[in-house]
Protein backbone atom coordinates (compact mmCIF):
# COMPACT_ATOMS: atom_id res chain seq x y z
CA UNK A 1 0.00 0.00 0.00
CA UNK A 2 2.74 2.09 1.06
CA UNK A 3 4.36 1.54 -2.50
CA UNK A 4 0.97 2.06 -3.92
CA UNK A 5 0.76 5.94 -2.33
CA UNK A 6 3.04 6.53 -5.37
CA UNK A 7 6.20 6.44 -2.86
CA UNK A 8 5.19 9.82 -1.24
CA UNK A 9 4.67 8.25 2.06
CA UNK A 10 6.09 5.72 4.14
CA UNK A 11 4.10 2.46 5.36
CA UNK A 12 3.56 4.21 9.00
CA UNK A 13 3.11 7.49 7.68
CA UNK A 14 -0.17 6.19 5.94
CA UNK A 15 -1.58 4.25 8.50
CA UNK A 16 -1.38 6.71 11.06
CA UNK A 17 -3.14 9.03 8.32
CA UNK A 18 -5.65 6.60 7.81
CA UNK A 19 -6.21 6.18 11.72
CA UNK A 20 -6.48 9.70 12.17
CA UNK A 21 -9.01 10.12 9.21
CA UNK A 22 -11.46 7.21 11.11
CA UNK A 23 -11.11 8.57 14.31
CA UNK A 24 -11.65 12.13 13.57
CA UNK A 25 -15.24 12.52 13.59
CA UNK A 26 -16.33 10.79 16.78
CA UNK A 27 -13.89 13.57 18.51
CA UNK A 28 -14.55 16.37 16.59
CA UNK A 29 -18.22 18.70 16.09
CA UNK A 30 -20.31 18.54 13.42
CA UNK A 31 -19.12 22.06 12.03
CA UNK A 32 -15.25 20.29 12.06
CA UNK A 33 -16.74 17.81 10.03
CA UNK A 34 -18.46 19.77 7.63
CA UNK A 35 -15.58 21.70 6.63
CA UNK A 36 -13.82 18.27 6.28
CA UNK A 37 -16.47 16.90 3.90
CA UNK A 38 -16.19 19.95 1.92
CA UNK A 39 -12.19 19.75 1.66
CA UNK A 40 -13.12 16.60 0.50
CA UNK A 41 -14.92 17.45 -1.98
CA UNK A 42 -12.35 20.04 -3.58
CA UNK A 43 -9.98 17.45 -3.02
CA UNK A 44 -12.14 15.38 -5.54
CA UNK A 45 -12.14 18.70 -7.75
CA UNK A 46 -8.58 19.51 -7.23
CA UNK A 47 -7.67 15.65 -8.23
CA UNK A 48 -9.81 15.90 -11.78
CA UNK A 49 -8.29 19.22 -12.52
CA UNK A 50 -4.67 18.02 -12.07
CA UNK A 51 -5.18 15.80 -14.59
CA UNK A 52 -5.75 18.21 -17.05
CA UNK A 53 -4.00 20.87 -15.58
CA UNK A 54 -0.90 19.35 -13.58
CA UNK A 55 -0.61 15.86 -15.78
CA UNK A 56 -0.54 17.41 -19.27
CA UNK A 57 -0.40 21.39 -18.62
CA UNK A 58 -3.52 22.09 -20.40
CA UNK A 59 -4.88 25.37 -18.70
CA UNK A 60 -8.39 25.23 -18.06
CA UNK A 61 -9.84 27.93 -16.23
CA UNK A 62 -13.42 26.66 -16.70
CA UNK A 63 -13.75 23.92 -14.20
CA UNK A 64 -16.32 24.21 -12.56
CA UNK A 65 -18.27 24.30 -15.82
CA UNK A 66 -18.22 20.36 -16.28
CA UNK A 67 -19.07 20.16 -12.00
CA UNK A 68 -21.90 22.40 -12.91
CA UNK A 69 -23.14 19.75 -15.20
CA UNK A 70 -22.68 16.45 -12.89
CA UNK A 71 -24.80 18.56 -10.25
CA UNK A 72 -27.22 19.59 -12.61
CA UNK A 73 -27.35 16.52 -14.12
CA UNK A 74 -28.02 14.36 -10.86
CA UNK A 75 -30.67 17.46 -9.60
CA UNK A 76 -32.51 17.03 -12.55
CA UNK A 77 -33.12 13.63 -13.49
CA UNK A 78 -33.22 12.77 -9.24
CA UNK A 79 -36.30 15.18 -8.78
CA UNK A 80 -38.10 14.81 -12.51
CA UNK A 81 -37.47 11.09 -12.79
CA UNK A 82 -36.22 9.88 -9.39
CA UNK A 83 -33.47 8.20 -10.18
CA UNK A 84 -31.38 6.76 -7.81
CA UNK A 85 -28.34 8.82 -6.86
CA UNK A 86 -26.17 5.79 -6.84
CA UNK A 87 -27.31 5.45 -10.82
CA UNK A 88 -26.87 9.20 -11.04
CA UNK A 89 -23.35 9.15 -9.80
CA UNK A 90 -21.68 7.42 -13.15
CA UNK A 91 -24.55 9.25 -15.52
CA UNK A 92 -23.29 12.62 -14.55
CA UNK A 93 -20.20 11.69 -14.95
CA UNK A 94 -20.75 10.48 -18.20
CA UNK A 95 -22.90 13.49 -19.14
CA UNK A 96 -19.75 15.56 -17.70
CA UNK A 97 -17.47 13.43 -19.61
CA UNK A 98 -19.29 13.76 -23.08
CA UNK A 99 -19.56 18.01 -22.37
CA UNK A 100 -15.95 17.71 -22.10
CA UNK A 101 -14.86 15.49 -25.04
CA UNK A 102 -17.02 17.73 -27.09
CA UNK A 103 -16.04 21.08 -25.81
CA UNK A 104 -12.62 20.44 -25.81
CA UNK A 105 -12.36 18.60 -29.15
CA UNK A 106 -12.00 21.66 -30.97
CA UNK A 107 -10.12 23.38 -28.64
CA UNK A 108 -7.52 21.44 -27.67
CA UNK A 109 -5.02 22.55 -30.27
CA UNK A 110 -4.81 26.19 -28.34
CA UNK A 111 -1.67 27.26 -27.45
CA UNK A 112 -1.86 27.58 -22.92
CA UNK A 113 -2.77 31.05 -22.96
CA UNK A 114 -5.47 30.78 -25.58
CA UNK A 115 -7.11 28.36 -23.80
CA UNK A 116 -7.25 29.49 -20.52
CA UNK A 117 -9.07 32.71 -22.49
CA UNK A 118 -11.64 29.64 -24.17
CA UNK A 119 -12.28 27.81 -21.17
CA UNK A 120 -13.25 31.22 -19.23
CA UNK A 121 -15.58 31.10 -21.95
CA UNK A 122 -16.97 28.42 -21.78
CA UNK A 123 -17.62 28.41 -18.14
CA UNK A 124 -19.59 31.97 -18.48
CA UNK A 125 -21.62 30.50 -21.02
CA UNK A 126 -22.56 27.77 -19.19
CA UNK A 127 -23.04 29.23 -16.23
CA UNK A 128 -25.61 32.12 -18.18
CA UNK A 129 -27.10 29.32 -19.52
CA UNK A 130 -28.22 28.09 -16.31
CA UNK A 131 -29.30 31.38 -15.01
CA UNK A 132 -31.19 32.02 -18.03
CA UNK A 133 -33.55 28.66 -17.10
CA UNK A 134 -33.71 27.24 -20.81
CA UNK A 135 -36.73 25.08 -21.08
CA UNK A 136 -37.76 25.37 -17.63
CA UNK A 137 -34.89 23.23 -16.35
CA UNK A 138 -32.85 24.74 -14.13
CA UNK A 139 -35.07 26.71 -12.30
CA UNK A 140 -32.99 30.16 -13.17
CA UNK A 141 -31.24 31.91 -10.35
CA UNK A 142 -33.08 30.23 -7.69
CA UNK A 143 -32.18 26.39 -8.79
CA UNK A 144 -33.20 23.40 -8.25
CA UNK A 145 -34.00 21.73 -4.91
CA UNK A 146 -32.92 18.11 -5.00
CA UNK A 147 -34.71 15.76 -2.25
CA UNK A 148 -33.05 12.57 -2.26
CA UNK A 149 -29.87 11.34 -0.93
CA UNK A 150 -27.48 8.00 -0.86
CA UNK A 151 -28.95 5.13 0.36
CA UNK A 152 -27.09 2.26 1.87
CA UNK A 153 -29.67 -1.06 2.00
CA UNK A 154 -32.23 1.84 2.97
CA UNK A 155 -30.33 3.82 5.14
CA UNK A 156 -30.07 7.43 4.12
CA UNK A 157 -26.72 9.47 4.53
CA UNK A 158 -27.73 12.42 5.48
CA UNK A 159 -25.40 13.26 8.76
CA UNK A 160 -22.25 14.97 8.77
CA UNK A 161 -20.17 11.56 9.74
CA UNK A 162 -22.26 10.06 7.04
CA UNK A 163 -21.22 12.56 4.43
CA UNK A 164 -17.48 12.39 5.90
CA UNK A 165 -17.10 8.60 5.35
CA UNK A 166 -18.72 8.50 2.14
CA UNK A 167 -16.88 11.61 0.94
CA UNK A 168 -13.16 10.33 1.71
CA UNK A 169 -14.10 6.69 0.75
CA UNK A 170 -14.89 8.37 -2.67
CA UNK A 171 -11.20 10.43 -2.13
CA UNK A 172 -9.06 6.99 -1.16
CA UNK A 173 -10.72 5.21 -4.61
CA UNK A 174 -10.16 8.18 -6.67
CA UNK A 175 -6.63 8.57 -5.05
CA UNK A 176 -5.88 4.70 -5.73
CA UNK A 177 -7.23 4.60 -9.09
CA UNK A 178 -5.09 8.47 -10.66
CA UNK A 179 -1.83 6.76 -8.70
CA UNK A 180 -2.66 3.61 -11.03
CA UNK A 181 -3.13 6.01 -13.85
CA UNK A 182 -0.14 7.91 -13.32
CA UNK A 183 2.19 5.18 -13.31
CA UNK A 184 0.45 3.54 -17.09
CA UNK A 185 0.83 3.95 -20.52
CA UNK A 186 -1.10 7.54 -21.01
CA UNK A 187 -0.12 8.76 -17.72
CA UNK A 188 3.23 8.93 -18.79
CA UNK A 189 2.10 10.10 -22.40
CA UNK A 190 0.34 13.03 -20.29
CA UNK A 191 3.76 14.03 -19.21
CA UNK A 192 5.72 13.74 -21.82
CA UNK A 193 3.26 15.86 -23.85
CA UNK A 194 3.38 18.07 -21.04
CA UNK A 195 7.09 18.38 -20.69
CA UNK A 196 7.52 18.72 -24.55
CA UNK A 197 4.90 18.27 -27.07
CA UNK A 198 6.94 18.40 -30.39
CA UNK A 199 9.37 15.55 -29.01
CA UNK A 200 6.40 13.78 -27.54
CA UNK A 201 4.80 13.86 -31.03
CA UNK A 202 7.66 13.02 -32.70
CA UNK A 203 8.16 9.93 -30.60
CA UNK A 204 4.71 8.89 -32.20
CA UNK A 205 2.44 10.05 -29.22
CA UNK A 206 -1.15 10.94 -31.03
CA UNK A 207 -0.89 14.04 -28.49
CA UNK A 208 -4.25 15.50 -29.49
CA UNK A 209 -5.44 12.05 -28.43
CA UNK A 210 -3.50 12.08 -25.30
CA UNK A 211 -5.27 15.78 -24.54
CA UNK A 212 -8.19 15.02 -25.32
CA UNK A 213 -8.28 11.70 -23.02
CA UNK A 214 -7.10 13.71 -20.38
CA UNK A 215 -10.08 16.62 -20.51
CA UNK A 216 -12.58 14.34 -20.61
CA UNK A 217 -11.73 11.96 -18.22
CA UNK A 218 -11.09 15.10 -15.60
CA UNK A 219 -14.46 16.33 -16.66
CA UNK A 220 -16.13 13.19 -15.85
CA UNK A 221 -14.79 13.18 -12.82
CA UNK A 222 -15.37 16.45 -11.82
CA UNK A 223 -19.10 15.29 -13.30
CA UNK A 224 -19.30 12.72 -10.74
CA UNK A 225 -18.05 15.11 -8.16
CA UNK A 226 -20.91 17.08 -9.27
CA UNK A 227 -23.81 14.32 -7.90
CA UNK A 228 -21.96 14.00 -4.08
CA UNK A 229 -22.02 17.99 -3.89
CA UNK A 230 -25.99 17.96 -4.87
CA UNK A 231 -26.85 15.85 -2.42
CA UNK A 232 -24.45 17.29 0.42
CA UNK A 233 -25.29 20.87 -0.47
CA UNK A 234 -29.32 20.22 -1.52
CA UNK A 235 -30.07 23.11 -3.57
CA UNK A 236 -28.47 23.88 -6.98
CA UNK A 237 -27.86 26.95 -7.90
CA UNK A 238 -25.38 28.93 -10.48
CA UNK A 239 -23.83 31.15 -7.84
CA UNK A 240 -22.02 27.83 -7.07
CA UNK A 241 -19.93 27.14 -9.99
CA UNK A 242 -19.54 31.19 -10.99
CA UNK A 243 -15.52 31.53 -12.78
CA UNK A 244 -13.74 31.99 -9.22
CA UNK A 245 -14.62 28.41 -8.38
CA UNK A 246 -12.84 27.71 -10.93
CA UNK A 247 -9.82 30.32 -10.11
CA UNK A 248 -10.15 28.67 -6.49
CA UNK A 249 -9.54 24.97 -8.39
CA UNK A 250 -6.93 26.25 -10.55
CA UNK A 251 -4.96 28.02 -7.76
CA UNK A 252 -5.48 24.64 -5.78
CA UNK A 253 -3.65 22.50 -8.54
CA UNK A 254 -0.84 25.16 -8.76
CA UNK A 255 -0.10 26.09 -5.19
CA UNK A 256 -0.03 22.39 -4.75
CA UNK A 257 2.12 21.66 -7.49
CA UNK A 258 1.18 20.65 -10.98
CA UNK A 259 0.72 16.94 -11.19
CA UNK A 260 1.37 15.94 -7.55
CA UNK A 261 -1.43 14.09 -5.92
CA UNK A 262 -0.36 14.98 -1.78
CA UNK A 263 -0.08 18.63 -3.72
CA UNK A 264 -4.23 18.83 -4.73
CA UNK A 265 -4.74 17.55 -1.07
CA UNK A 266 -2.97 20.15 0.20
CA UNK A 267 -3.39 22.81 -1.85
CA UNK A 268 -7.68 22.23 -1.07
CA UNK A 269 -6.51 21.65 2.75
CA UNK A 270 -5.29 25.28 2.45
CA UNK A 271 -8.12 26.51 0.28
CA UNK A 272 -10.87 25.10 2.47
CA UNK A 273 -9.51 24.62 5.67
CA UNK A 274 -7.26 27.02 6.79
CA UNK A 275 -9.41 30.19 6.12
CA UNK A 276 -11.80 27.99 8.70
CA UNK A 277 -8.56 28.02 11.09
CA UNK A 278 -7.95 31.48 10.67
CA UNK A 279 -11.53 32.95 11.08
CA UNK A 280 -11.01 36.24 12.18
CA UNK A 281 -8.94 36.63 8.79
CA UNK A 282 -11.21 34.99 6.59
CA UNK A 283 -12.20 38.06 4.60
CA UNK A 284 -8.39 37.72 3.53
CA UNK A 285 -8.27 34.86 2.62
CA UNK A 286 -8.61 35.48 -1.60
CA UNK A 287 -6.21 38.74 -0.69
CA UNK A 288 -3.43 36.19 0.47
CA UNK A 289 -4.03 33.82 -2.07
CA UNK A 290 -3.50 35.96 -4.86
CA UNK A 291 -0.31 36.97 -3.48
CA UNK A 292 0.83 33.50 -2.38
CA UNK A 293 0.11 32.72 -6.10
CA UNK A 294 2.45 35.64 -7.21
CA UNK A 295 4.73 34.51 -4.32
CA UNK A 296 4.86 30.89 -5.54
CA UNK A 297 5.47 32.08 -9.29
CA UNK A 298 8.59 34.01 -8.36
CA UNK A 299 10.43 31.76 -5.38
CA UNK A 300 8.86 28.05 -6.03
CA UNK A 301 7.36 27.75 -9.46
CA UNK A 302 6.98 23.71 -8.47
CA UNK A 303 4.43 23.84 -6.30
CA UNK A 304 4.42 23.24 -2.93
CA UNK A 305 4.78 19.86 -2.71
CA UNK A 306 6.20 18.88 -6.04
CA UNK A 307 5.57 15.70 -7.92
CA UNK A 308 8.70 13.60 -8.23
CA UNK A 309 8.54 13.76 -12.26
CA UNK A 310 8.31 17.55 -11.85
CA UNK A 311 7.60 19.59 -14.26
CA UNK A 312 9.46 22.07 -16.17
CA UNK A 313 6.65 23.48 -17.99
CA UNK A 314 6.73 26.30 -15.15
CA UNK A 315 10.46 26.64 -14.70
CA UNK A 316 12.38 27.04 -17.77
CA UNK A 317 12.56 29.94 -20.04
CA UNK A 318 10.73 29.90 -23.50
CA UNK A 319 12.70 32.51 -24.56
CA UNK A 320 10.95 35.78 -25.30
CA UNK B 1 -35.09 51.23 -38.18
CA UNK B 2 -34.93 53.31 -35.57
CA UNK B 3 -34.36 50.52 -33.21
CA UNK B 4 -31.53 49.52 -35.50
CA UNK B 5 -29.56 53.35 -35.26
CA UNK B 6 -30.38 53.42 -31.59
CA UNK B 7 -28.81 50.01 -30.60
CA UNK B 8 -25.54 51.50 -33.17
CA UNK B 9 -25.78 54.41 -31.11
CA UNK B 10 -25.77 52.26 -27.83
CA UNK B 11 -23.35 49.79 -29.41
CA UNK B 12 -20.57 52.24 -30.44
CA UNK B 13 -20.74 54.00 -26.86
CA UNK B 14 -19.96 50.64 -25.45
CA UNK B 15 -17.60 49.99 -28.15
CA UNK B 16 -15.58 52.99 -27.38
CA UNK B 17 -14.94 52.21 -23.62
CA UNK B 18 -14.02 47.99 -25.29
CA UNK B 19 -11.87 49.68 -27.23
CA UNK B 20 -9.92 51.83 -24.35
CA UNK B 21 -9.74 48.65 -22.71
CA UNK B 22 -8.48 46.58 -25.76
CA UNK B 23 -5.81 49.08 -25.53
CA UNK B 24 -3.97 48.01 -22.57
CA UNK B 25 -4.04 44.32 -23.77
CA UNK B 26 -2.86 44.70 -27.11
CA UNK B 27 0.08 47.30 -26.02
CA UNK B 28 1.30 44.85 -23.47
CA UNK B 29 1.05 41.82 -25.77
CA UNK B 30 2.30 43.59 -28.80
CA UNK B 31 5.42 44.62 -26.33
CA UNK B 32 5.95 41.24 -23.60
CA UNK B 33 4.17 38.54 -25.72
CA UNK B 34 1.58 38.37 -22.91
CA UNK B 35 -1.93 38.45 -21.74
CA UNK B 36 -2.26 40.45 -18.57
CA UNK B 37 -5.10 38.72 -16.94
CA UNK B 38 -4.82 41.83 -14.55
CA UNK B 39 -6.06 43.99 -16.69
CA UNK B 40 -9.47 44.09 -16.29
CA UNK B 41 -8.98 44.58 -13.00
CA UNK B 42 -7.39 47.96 -13.65
CA UNK B 43 -10.48 48.93 -15.30
CA UNK B 44 -12.66 48.08 -12.22
CA UNK B 45 -10.32 50.11 -9.60
CA UNK B 46 -10.62 52.90 -12.06
CA UNK B 47 -14.30 52.90 -11.59
CA UNK B 48 -14.15 52.63 -8.04
CA UNK B 49 -11.57 55.43 -8.19
CA UNK B 50 -14.06 57.68 -10.16
CA UNK B 51 -16.48 56.85 -7.79
CA UNK B 52 -14.42 58.60 -4.38
CA UNK B 53 -14.02 61.21 -6.34
CA UNK B 54 -17.19 61.67 -7.91
CA UNK B 55 -18.51 61.60 -4.46
CA UNK B 56 -16.29 63.31 -3.00
CA UNK B 57 -16.44 67.40 -3.14
CA UNK B 58 -14.84 67.47 -6.22
CA UNK B 59 -18.10 68.20 -7.89
CA UNK B 60 -18.89 71.49 -5.76
CA UNK B 61 -20.08 73.61 -8.48
CA UNK B 62 -16.89 75.61 -9.26
CA UNK B 63 -16.46 74.61 -12.52
CA UNK B 64 -18.78 73.32 -14.97
CA UNK B 65 -20.01 69.40 -14.55
CA UNK B 66 -18.44 68.48 -17.12
CA UNK B 67 -15.09 69.77 -16.91
CA UNK B 68 -14.82 68.21 -13.50
CA UNK B 69 -15.73 64.93 -14.62
CA UNK B 70 -12.35 65.37 -17.19
CA UNK B 71 -10.56 65.87 -13.83
CA UNK B 72 -11.99 62.81 -12.38
CA UNK B 73 -11.42 60.85 -15.65
CA UNK B 74 -7.69 62.26 -15.70
CA UNK B 75 -6.96 61.99 -11.39
CA UNK B 76 -8.19 58.14 -11.68
CA UNK B 77 -6.23 57.52 -14.96
CA UNK B 78 -3.10 58.87 -12.57
CA UNK B 79 -4.15 56.54 -10.05
CA UNK B 80 -4.06 53.34 -11.77
CA UNK B 81 -1.46 54.24 -13.91
CA UNK B 82 0.81 54.28 -10.86
CA UNK B 83 -0.82 50.76 -9.85
CA UNK B 84 0.28 49.42 -12.97
CA UNK B 85 3.76 50.24 -13.24
CA UNK B 86 3.89 48.58 -8.94
CA UNK B 87 2.34 45.82 -10.16
CA UNK B 88 4.74 45.21 -13.25
CA UNK B 89 7.91 45.97 -10.62
CA UNK B 90 6.19 43.49 -7.99
CA UNK B 91 5.00 40.56 -10.23
CA UNK B 92 6.09 40.43 -13.82
CA UNK B 93 9.46 41.80 -14.08
CA UNK B 94 11.04 39.26 -11.45
CA UNK B 95 9.44 36.81 -14.52
CA UNK B 96 10.38 38.21 -17.58
CA UNK B 97 12.93 35.51 -18.36
CA UNK B 98 10.64 32.43 -16.91
CA UNK B 99 8.00 30.51 -19.05
CA UNK B 100 5.16 32.54 -20.46
CA UNK B 101 2.52 29.99 -18.36
CA UNK B 102 4.41 31.46 -15.32
CA UNK B 103 3.76 34.94 -16.09
CA UNK B 104 0.21 33.76 -17.06
CA UNK B 105 -0.24 32.39 -13.49
CA UNK B 106 1.22 35.35 -11.77
CA UNK B 107 -1.22 37.84 -13.68
CA UNK B 108 -4.22 35.75 -12.24
CA UNK B 109 -2.42 36.11 -8.85
CA UNK B 110 -2.58 39.96 -9.46
CA UNK B 111 -6.00 39.74 -10.50
CA UNK B 112 -7.30 38.12 -7.39
CA UNK B 113 -5.33 40.56 -5.14
CA UNK B 114 -6.76 44.06 -6.96
CA UNK B 115 -10.21 42.01 -6.50
CA UNK B 116 -10.10 41.60 -2.76
CA UNK B 117 -8.06 45.12 -2.19
CA UNK B 118 -10.49 46.50 -3.51
CA UNK B 119 -13.82 44.29 -2.16
CA UNK B 120 -11.81 45.47 1.60
CA UNK B 121 -11.99 48.90 0.94
CA UNK B 122 -14.89 49.63 -0.84
CA UNK B 123 -17.02 46.59 0.61
CA UNK B 124 -17.90 43.73 -0.94
CA UNK B 125 -21.77 45.19 -2.35
CA UNK B 126 -22.56 47.62 -5.74
CA UNK B 127 -21.90 50.99 -5.08
CA UNK B 128 -23.84 53.18 -7.07
CA UNK B 129 -22.69 56.91 -8.75
CA UNK B 130 -24.60 59.67 -6.85
CA UNK B 131 -27.37 60.05 -9.51
CA UNK B 132 -26.53 64.30 -9.69
CA UNK B 133 -23.01 62.70 -10.99
CA UNK B 134 -24.40 63.30 -14.95
CA UNK B 135 -26.43 65.88 -16.14
CA UNK B 136 -29.39 64.60 -17.57
CA UNK B 137 -29.32 66.13 -20.87
CA UNK B 138 -30.47 64.48 -23.70
CA UNK B 139 -30.38 66.03 -27.69
CA UNK B 140 -32.35 64.46 -30.34
CA UNK B 141 -30.76 64.05 -33.60
CA UNK B 142 -32.71 62.92 -36.48
CA UNK B 143 -35.80 61.25 -34.80
CA UNK B 144 -32.69 59.21 -32.47
CA UNK B 145 -32.55 60.29 -28.91
CA UNK B 146 -28.38 60.67 -27.49
CA UNK B 147 -27.71 61.71 -24.07
CA UNK B 148 -24.90 63.38 -22.47
CA UNK B 149 -22.97 60.85 -21.00
CA UNK B 150 -22.75 59.01 -24.75
CA UNK B 151 -21.43 62.31 -25.83
CA UNK B 152 -18.81 62.72 -23.12
CA UNK B 153 -17.65 58.61 -24.02
CA UNK B 154 -17.24 59.28 -27.38
CA UNK B 155 -15.45 62.59 -27.11
CA UNK B 156 -12.94 61.68 -24.22
CA UNK B 157 -12.28 57.53 -25.91
CA UNK B 158 -12.10 59.52 -29.69
CA UNK B 159 -9.64 61.95 -28.02
CA UNK B 160 -7.26 59.32 -26.07
CA UNK B 161 -7.25 57.06 -28.83
CA UNK B 162 -6.31 59.84 -31.26
CA UNK B 163 -3.68 60.68 -28.97
CA UNK B 164 -2.29 57.39 -28.38
CA UNK B 165 -2.12 56.79 -32.05
CA UNK B 166 -0.33 59.76 -32.92
CA UNK B 167 2.06 59.28 -29.86
CA UNK B 168 2.78 55.75 -31.01
CA UNK B 169 3.00 56.53 -35.23
CA UNK B 170 4.44 60.53 -34.53
CA UNK B 171 7.13 60.57 -32.04
CA UNK B 172 10.52 59.23 -31.31
CA UNK B 173 9.24 57.01 -28.10
CA UNK B 174 6.34 55.38 -30.18
CA UNK B 175 9.09 54.78 -32.40
CA UNK B 176 11.02 53.37 -29.51
CA UNK B 177 7.86 51.47 -28.58
CA UNK B 178 7.33 49.85 -32.09
CA UNK B 179 11.13 48.96 -32.10
CA UNK B 180 10.67 46.78 -28.44
CA UNK B 181 7.39 44.93 -29.55
CA UNK B 182 9.34 43.98 -32.95
CA UNK B 183 12.81 42.47 -30.71
CA UNK B 184 13.69 43.09 -27.27
CA UNK B 185 17.49 42.85 -28.29
CA UNK B 186 18.12 44.52 -31.58
CA UNK B 187 15.99 47.13 -29.80
CA UNK B 188 18.73 47.04 -27.01
CA UNK B 189 21.09 47.31 -28.99
CA UNK B 190 19.77 50.52 -30.88
CA UNK B 191 20.17 52.59 -27.32
CA UNK B 192 16.12 52.02 -26.18
CA UNK B 193 16.26 51.10 -22.65
CA UNK B 194 13.39 48.49 -22.91
CA UNK B 195 12.95 48.03 -19.06
CA UNK B 196 12.05 51.82 -19.37
CA UNK B 197 9.23 51.27 -22.65
CA UNK B 198 7.69 48.26 -20.79
CA UNK B 199 7.10 50.28 -17.56
CA UNK B 200 5.86 53.37 -20.23
CA UNK B 201 3.15 50.31 -21.41
CA UNK B 202 2.37 49.37 -18.10
CA UNK B 203 1.87 53.47 -17.47
CA UNK B 204 -0.57 53.95 -20.51
CA UNK B 205 -2.66 50.64 -20.70
CA UNK B 206 -3.81 51.16 -17.26
CA UNK B 207 -4.51 54.57 -17.56
CA UNK B 208 -6.80 53.90 -20.52
CA UNK B 209 -8.19 51.04 -18.84
CA UNK B 210 -8.89 53.66 -15.67
CA UNK B 211 -10.81 55.74 -17.77
CA UNK B 212 -12.91 53.44 -19.24
CA UNK B 213 -13.94 52.43 -16.36
CA UNK B 214 -14.91 55.98 -14.79
CA UNK B 215 -16.64 56.41 -18.00
CA UNK B 216 -18.75 53.43 -18.09
CA UNK B 217 -19.12 53.95 -13.99
CA UNK B 218 -20.85 56.95 -15.03
CA UNK B 219 -22.92 55.85 -17.79
CA UNK B 220 -24.21 52.68 -16.35
CA UNK B 221 -23.91 54.09 -12.48
CA UNK B 222 -23.82 50.71 -10.89
CA UNK B 223 -19.88 49.27 -10.43
CA UNK B 224 -18.97 46.06 -8.51
CA UNK B 225 -15.19 44.69 -7.36
CA UNK B 226 -16.12 41.32 -9.86
CA UNK B 227 -17.08 43.25 -13.20
CA UNK B 228 -13.12 43.51 -14.26
CA UNK B 229 -13.11 39.85 -15.61
CA UNK B 230 -16.53 40.43 -17.70
CA UNK B 231 -15.62 43.77 -18.90
CA UNK B 232 -11.43 42.30 -19.51
CA UNK B 233 -12.72 39.58 -21.02
CA UNK B 234 -15.24 41.21 -23.48
CA UNK B 235 -11.89 43.69 -24.32
CA UNK B 236 -9.71 41.14 -24.57
CA UNK B 237 -11.93 39.34 -27.38
CA UNK B 238 -11.96 42.93 -28.83
CA UNK B 239 -8.40 43.02 -29.04
CA UNK B 240 -7.99 39.69 -30.19
CA UNK B 241 -10.68 41.11 -32.86
CA UNK B 242 -8.33 43.61 -34.19
CA UNK B 243 -5.04 41.08 -34.20
CA UNK B 244 -3.61 40.99 -30.69
CA UNK B 245 -0.88 43.66 -30.90
CA UNK B 246 -1.94 45.35 -33.24
CA UNK B 247 -2.87 48.97 -32.08
CA UNK B 248 -5.45 50.10 -34.79
CA UNK B 249 -7.05 47.02 -34.17
CA UNK B 250 -8.23 47.12 -31.13
CA UNK B 251 -9.44 50.18 -31.73
CA UNK B 252 -11.91 49.22 -34.94
CA UNK B 253 -12.26 45.83 -32.72
CA UNK B 254 -13.68 47.41 -29.58
CA UNK B 255 -16.07 49.44 -31.57
CA UNK B 256 -17.33 46.59 -33.83
CA UNK B 257 -17.63 44.01 -30.56
CA UNK B 258 -19.31 46.86 -29.24
CA UNK B 259 -21.94 47.37 -32.17
CA UNK B 260 -22.49 43.54 -32.82
CA UNK B 261 -23.28 42.92 -28.38
CA UNK B 262 -25.69 45.76 -28.72
CA UNK B 263 -27.44 44.67 -31.86
CA UNK B 264 -27.66 41.13 -30.51
CA UNK B 265 -29.01 42.41 -26.82
CA UNK B 266 -31.59 44.63 -29.32
CA UNK B 267 -32.56 42.07 -31.61
CA UNK B 268 -32.53 38.63 -30.17
CA UNK B 269 -32.36 38.90 -26.23
CA UNK B 270 -30.56 40.84 -24.15
CA UNK B 271 -29.51 37.90 -21.51
CA UNK B 272 -27.93 35.77 -23.79
CA UNK B 273 -25.85 38.91 -24.75
CA UNK B 274 -22.49 37.78 -23.06
CA UNK B 275 -23.18 34.96 -24.48
CA UNK B 276 -22.76 35.99 -28.13
CA UNK B 277 -19.65 38.19 -26.99
CA UNK B 278 -18.08 34.62 -25.44
CA UNK B 279 -19.01 32.28 -28.72
CA UNK B 280 -17.49 35.30 -30.74
CA UNK B 281 -14.11 35.33 -28.84
CA UNK B 282 -14.67 31.39 -28.82
CA UNK B 283 -15.08 30.98 -32.70
CA UNK B 284 -12.35 33.61 -33.16
CA UNK B 285 -9.61 31.82 -31.36
CA UNK B 286 -10.69 28.37 -33.01
CA UNK B 287 -10.67 29.92 -36.40
CA UNK B 288 -8.51 32.84 -36.78
CA UNK B 289 -6.40 33.43 -33.84
CA UNK B 290 -4.32 36.42 -35.62
CA UNK B 291 -7.87 38.23 -36.22
CA UNK B 292 -9.63 39.62 -38.19
CA UNK B 293 -6.88 42.26 -39.36
CA UNK B 294 -3.82 40.59 -37.93
CA UNK B 295 -1.37 38.78 -40.27
CA UNK B 296 -0.30 35.18 -40.07
CA UNK B 297 2.65 34.66 -37.27
CA UNK B 298 4.18 31.28 -37.75
CA UNK B 299 4.23 29.51 -34.13
CA UNK B 300 7.85 29.59 -32.58
CA UNK B 301 9.06 25.71 -31.93
Redesign the interface.
Known amino acids: MAERMGGYLSKWGLHVIIGIGIIFPHVAGNYWIDVAVFWGIYVLLGLSLNIIVGEV?L?N?GHSAFFAIGAYTTAILSERFGVSLWLLLPLSGLAAGVAGYILAK??IH?????L???T???N??IR??LL?NPWGLTGGPNGIIMLDQFRIFGYAIQRPIDFYYLVWAFVAITVFVLIRLQRSRIGRCWNYVREDE?AAQAMGIDTRWAKVVAFTLGAAIAGATGTVFAAKLVVISPESFT??ES?IL??IV?LGGMGSIPGVILGSAGMMVLPELLRNFA??R??F??????L???FR?QGLWPSRRWTT???????? | MALFIEQLVNGLTVGAVYSLVALGYTMVYGVM???NFAHGDFFMIGSYLGFTLVSSALLGGAIPLWAALIVVVVLSMAGVAIIGVIVER??YR??R??????????A??????????V??IWGPRYRAYPPWSVPSITWQVGGIYINFMQVLILAVSFGLMVALYLFVQRTTVGAAIRATAID??TARLMGIDVDQIIRLIFLIGPALGAAAGVLLGLYYRQIHF?VG??YG?KA?TAAIMGGIGNIPGAMVGGLLLGILEMLGAGYISS??K??FV??I??LL??FR?TGLLGERIA???
Open positions: GFMPILRGDYLIVIGLEIITNIFMVFCIQYMLFGLALVMMIPILREGEGE | RMIAAPLRSSRLTAVVSIGVSIFLQNAMLHDTWTLFAWDVFLLILMPEKV
